[in-house]
């Protein structure tokens, strides 16, 4: 028994070539006297393709790095509001009678603490955010010294491409 074959209608060849891109075709390189000044440029495009991919990738350190400070300043602000809140709540405890009743909240009950002992907690907290505050200032300082560089460096490689 011979196999069933569908025909299906034949659509013709658009005349304007707006359908399918068609190839064009490539001269040779070394035969044609017109490539002959093409050698050097072909010779440069490695060094063009490495110079393209190390300014993508000193870009792709700039936006990075530039996140890394929008974070550390969100950090630093997060931190100080810490610190604020703490503080605050300090000068108005320090306010009140030594024999305040004053509970602390653990999860979800509170244990009865004395004024010193909260006291001395929210001092500790202020210390931290503090001591967070400035080791994240020196990351800052350091990530903005290294968005400086690479800022740099792009400028030098564009002014480098601009002079050949």
């Known amino acids: 028994m011979a196999p069933v074959t569908q025909t299906l209608p034949h659509k013709p060849a658009p005349a304007s070539g707006a359908g399918t891109p068609q190839p064009t075709p490539t001269p040779p390189h070394s035969s044609s006297p017109a490539s002959a000044g093409t050698k050097p440029a072909l010779a440069l495009l490695p ?58 909240g653990v999860g979800r009950m509170f244990i009865l603490q004395s004024k ?17 505050i400035k080791e994240l200032e020196q990351k800052k300082s350091y990530l903005e010294r290294s968005v400086k560089e690479a800022e740099d460096n792009i400028r030098e490689m564009l002014m480098a491409r601009r002079a050949q």
Do not use: C, P, W
């Open 47 to 104: 060094l063009a393709l490495a110079t393209g991919t190390a300014f993508t990738e000193l870009q792709a350190k700039v936006i990075d790095t530039q996140q890394k400070v929008k974070l550390a300043d969100i950090q630093i602000e997060q931190l100080s509001k810490t610190k604020k809140h703490a503080h605050l709540t300090d000068t108005e405890i320090m306010m009140l009678v030594d024999e305040t009743r004053m509970y602390e």
């Open 116 to 132: 010193g002992v909260i006291h001395n907690q929210l001092l500790e907290k202020q210390r931290i955010a503090e001591e967070k």
